[in-house]
């Protein structure tokens, strides 16, 4: 089965840095464009972060540009987040959710979310 | 930035009974990168329309999707209680990959 799974979700103080990681299994990694959404409590999902295949693409969501960094290791399956000088206002579920393609697809696959909270 | 807008905010409706979801931008979107998601209570987004009309793997075909430029529609022929569920729509031509606020599909 085709699956993400996220995990490093966590407690965190504001200023703080955690880094969150998805593994993929039952797919060829390197061929699909990957994606960090999050939901907050009782919101709509927000889109955070875009990475192409090869690593040659990246973008942010203009509230977390600066802050969040987006990367991938093909060889271990993985997608990361570095997410640094937390707000509380990034408290919420993350996603990874896998392209249906490489480059400009809809997100086909998601993984269960791993839970941010930043408090202090 | 393409801001996408769903009407109506809350939608009660019977099982049976069909339903239309409207989904407007703020400018353009060409429905090659136009998608519609279903999310229930404690669960992942899940795809069910991508390239505006297209179904997911797995959609029934009760849900159908259409439209062009600004104006998209996700309708559901004949509901089914499986279907109460909160629906968004979102753009993936041009970043940020926005989400619009959502429709809330109740039973009535």
């Known amino acids: 089965e085709v699956q993400l799974v996220e995990s490093g979700g966590d407690l965190v103080q504001p200023g703080g840095s955690l880094r969150l990681s998805c593994v993929g299994s039952?797919?060829?990694?390197?061929?699909?464009?990957m994606n960090w959404v999050r939901q907050a409590p009782g919101k709509g999902p927000e889109w955070v972060s875009y990475?192409?295949?090869?690593?040659?693409?990246?973008y942010y969501a203009d509230s977390v540009k600066g802050r969040f960094t987006i990367s991938r290791d093909n060889a271990k399956n993985s997608l990361y987040l570095q997410m640094n000088n937390l707000r509380d206002e990034d408290t919420a579920v993350y996603y990874c959710?896998?392209?249906?393609?490489?480059?400009?697809?809809?997100?086909?696959?998601w993984g269960q979310g791993t839970m941010v909270t930043v408090s202090s | 930035e393409i801001v996408l807008t769903q009407s109506p905010g809350t939608l009660s409706l019977s099982p049976g009974e069909r339903a239309t979801l409207s989904c407007r931008a703020s400018?353009?979107?060409?429905?090659?990168?136009l998608a519609w998601y279903q999310q229930k209570p404690g669960q992942a987004p899940r795809l069910l329309l991508y390239?505006?009309?297209s179904r997911a793997t797995g959609v029934p075909d009760r849900f159908s999707g259409r439209g062009s430029g600004t104006d998209f529609t996700l309708t559901i022929s004949r509901l089914e209680p499986e279907d109460f569920a909160v629906y968004y729509c979102?753009?993936?031509?041009?970043?940020?990959?926005?989400f619009g606020q959502g429709t809330t599909l109740e039973i009535k």
């Open positions: 959710a896998r392209a249906t393609g490489s480059g400009r697809f809809a997100f086909g696959i």
């Open positions: 039952e797919f060829t990694f390197s061929d699909y464009s």
């Open positions: 990475i192409g295949s090869s690593s040659s693409t990246i």
């Open positions: 400018q353009s979107v060409s429905s090659t990168y």
């Open positions: 390239g505006a009309s």
């Open positions: 979102q753009q993936y031509g041009s970043s940020p990959y926005n």
